[in-house]
């Protein structure tokens, strides 16, 4: 295993901490809160407000690490039955497009991040540029994944042009 394999598997893993983390505050926060107002008849104000938020950064890093993995929810009807040339093709312009809906993602959640920024959350204070980074960092991050499956499919593409060309 390179050690660029490496480094990226621990970057992943790191990910994966940071969403059961994210996970186990949300859970926490609102068992506390649903305790307070049923038990007590009290609430935490704050807590279903950044649950929210916790809410979307859990959707869009928990999408980078399935992204990863390879593991989102697909149609492969057609794609399941490609093999050499056809499936490395196919899975290049795949990827193709994918980079290409990671930057209209980058590029809009990019704006709305410097355009809420100002914005603060009624409750919790925090600014609402905070959520708009979740799809911007995802988005980037799962462009990135593409990317790097794209080489990935060009270099197969071309070592088995290579050994066709050979075995000729």
Not at 37 to 55: K, L, N
Not at 91 to 97: F, K
Not at 111 to 117: A, V
Request: proline letters at 2%; a neutral charge; charged letters at 10%.
């Amino acid at each position: 295993m390179s050690v660029l394999q490496q480094i990226s598997d621990w970057g992943f893993k790191a990910l994966e901490a940071f969403l059961a983390l994210i996970l186990a505050t949300m859970v926490v926060l609102v068992f506390a809160n649903v305790v307070m107002r049923y038990g007590f008849d009290t609430g935490i104000t704050i807590t279903d407000e950044v649950s929210r938020m916790m809410f979307v950064w859990i959707s869009f890093v928990g999408a980078v690490v399935v992204a990863r993995r390879h593991e989102h929810l697909g149609v492969d009807i057609l794609t399941a039955r490609l093999t050499g040339t056809s499936a490395t093709i196919c899975r290049a312009l795949t990827n193709i497009i994918i980079i290409a809906c990671c930057c209209f993602l980058v590029a809009g959640a990019y704006d709305q991040t410097i355009t809420n920024m100002a914005n603060k959350a009624p409750i919790s204070g925090i600014p609402m540029g905070v959520v708009y980074a979740a799809p911007l960092i995802a988005g980037v991050m799962i462009g990135l994944v593409a990317f790097i499956d794209l080489i990935c499919a060009l270099f197969t593409f071309a070592k088995n042009q290579h050994s066709e060309e050979h075995s000729k």
